[in-house]
């Protein structure tokens, strides 16, 4: 049963993934390619890995074994919430995929200005937090310099002595890279800072997704310039070793921490298992997340979200040094997926989120609108390819959406507050650079004596 169910969906996802890629809009830049890469990783092939390779790590941390019925239902959910995306996005995303004269620019010299002042206004922040966030970090230690705590109930980390503020600002590097790459029409020399960028992300060892995000904007922004709709080839040359990095820290978060920080020979982190068994790991395994949500909800929860996480919105932004009783995450939860396994650390994906939500009617509900949301987004980005500024928005957003569609929530309010910021800056005092210009050129004019 099982065995027919992977290929009838694998089938699903291949007609759907054809038709788009033969459409007038199909593109690199559309949100539907980067969930059809989503789903293809977690949803399609995944579950033959675990299937086949009879993967049960994820099982036995959560302790939860589904039987096959439960598995093959977990394939129709994804299926019918891929269908549901597509068709959202496609509707909602129409858009000619005309490059025209579309080109990155150089820096005018307002542009200039800008930059300097967005990064003298959030420099000294960036920088505090690059040296912050690479301290100790201690769970329930007071001598630690950034000193954290897990909330047994609902298994979230806390922030006790600082905020999330200060400690994610440094994502804000990624943006100003780019830009900085930008600035100087992507010399060979304007790699040496996104080396160091990715270097500094491996050492942190948490986050890792900044990474891969950073570099697919500068995919993006690339192809943009080039005037490309699809994946280069040579881009491989960049994606390969940033993926193993990206595998290797998630298997050993601190190990460049601890390397440099210690004696220990390197033999002590060796690893002897094979390639294919190092993925039997919690990265892409929202196959396994989502079928113990399918279980639990609502059989054994009786009861549904109603889409009350997403309240977090508005308690999220407050910082806890502020507010000692914040609640950790949604302020009214209905179900807490730690009550019937361990669900610790996990992710429920945006088809998961949905399905707290309210059943079938939350996950169509969900992948509906975050569709049609990410299609209009698409049109918009068509609609102004004359502002360079707002093409790199667009760029810079557009890879966060993979998080979303892994975390689901409101995961992307807070993966999008310090990667988008120094671009929104820089294009707002760009504007206003213009502006301040434009007014003193008009005040000049008056003051010009008449001719007589």
């Known amino acids: 049963m099982i065995e027919t169910a992977l290929y009838v969906h694998l089938g699903i996802f291949v007609a759907i993934a054809a038709c788009f890629a033969l459409s007038r809009n199909a593109s690199l830049f559309h949100p539907l390619a980067f969930y059809l890469l989503f789903h293809a990783i977690v949803f399609v092939i995944r579950p033959f890995m675990v299937y086949y390779l009879k993967f049960d790590g994820r099982w036995v941390y959560m302790r939860f074994f589904p039987t096959d019925s439960q598995f093959v239902f977990t394939l129709v959910v994804t299926s019918v919430a891929l269908l549901v995306f597509a068709a959202a996005c496609w509707f909602g995303g129409r858009a000619q995929t005309n490059f025209a004269d579309a080109r990155l620019p150089e820096f005018t010299s307002v542009q200039k200005q800008a930059f300097f002042w967005t990064a003298a206004l959030l420099g000294p922040l960036t920088i505090y937090s690059t040296f912050f966030a690479a301290q100790d970090v201690g769970y329930d230690d007071k001598t630690a310099a950034i000193q954290m705590t897990v909330d047994l109930a609902t298994g979230n980390t806390i922030y006790v002595n600082t905020t999330g503020y200060i400690v994610e600002a440094q994502t804000m590097i990624g943006s100003f890279v780019l830009l900085f790459m930008w600035r100087f029409r992507f010399a060979l020399w304007t790699w040496v800072p996104l080396i160091l960028f990715v270097g500094y992300r491996a050492f942190l060892g948490g986050g890792r997704w900044p990474m891969i995000t950073t570099i697919f904007t500068l995919v993006l922004m690339q192809l943009f310039n ?156 068509w609609r102004n390819l004359h502002e360079p500024a707002k093409v790199l928005i667009y760029c810079v957003f557009l890879p966060l959406t993979v998080q979303w569609f892994r975390d689901g929530g409101i995961s992307i309010a807070k993966f999008s507050l310090f990667t988008i910021l120094p671009v929104a800056l820089w294009l707002g005092l760009t504007r206003f650079l213009e502006w301040l210009r434009q007014y003193r050129a008009t005040q000049q004019v008056r003051i010009l004596p008449r001719r007589r």
């Open 226 to 381: 080039t005037r490309k709709r699809w994946f280069r080839i040579r881009y491989l040359v960049i994606f390969v070793p940033i993926f193993i990095l990206f595998q290797n820290v998630g298997l050993n978060r601190n190990y460049f921490r601890d390397y440099i920080g210690s004696e220990k020979p390197v033999a002590e982190f060796r690893d002897d298992r094979t390639w294919l068994e190092k993925q039997d790991n919690p990265d892409f395994a929202n196959f396994e997340f989502l079928t113990y949500i399918l279980w639990a909800v609502p059989e054994l929860s009786k009861t549904y979200t109603y889409f009350t996480q997403y309240l977090q919105i508005f308690t999220e932004p407050i910082p806890r040094i502020l507010w000692k009783d914040k609640p950790t995450g949604s302020p009214i939860t209905l179900i807490n997926l730690n009550d019937y396994g361990n669900f610790v650390g996990l992710t429920a994906s945006l088809p998961g989120d949905g399905w707290l939500s309210f059943g079938w009617a939350g996950l169509v509900f969900t992948m509906g609108m975050v569709g049609l949301f990410l299609g209009w987004l698409h049109k918009w980005f």
